[in-house]
């Protein structure tokens, strides 16, 4: 699975290439999906040093920090749904 995401300069639009032959985009799983989309669009671009849990992280580019129950808030997906289609992700 690959994707790409293009580099731009601060305040222009980043354009992310998903390769076509990616599992994902064959599944027929709409959970799945909004998963991926939700997943992508929080995937840091560029680096960036922040604290969590009174810690000092370096997320690399393509890094965030991820949490299931806010995660299913905030796509309207039980934590089990979430859960189950990051273990399918991993498993990819």
């Known amino acids: 699975m690959q994707a790409a995401i293009a580099e731009a300069s601060v305040g222009s639009p980043l354009f992310i290439k ?15 999906l909004k998963l991926w989309n939700y997943i992508i669009s929080r995937a840091r671009v560029f680096g960036r040093t922040m604290r969590f849990n009174n810690q000092i992280l370096f997320l690399e580019p393509g890094q965030f920090i991820f949490g299931r129950i806010q995660a299913s808030q905030e796509l309207d997906l039980s934590e089990w749904v979430v859960r189950s289609r990051i273990n399918s992700l991993v498993d990819l």
């Open 18 to 32: 998903l390769d076509l032959d990616c599992p994902v985009l064959k599944e027929d799983d709409p959970a799945l």
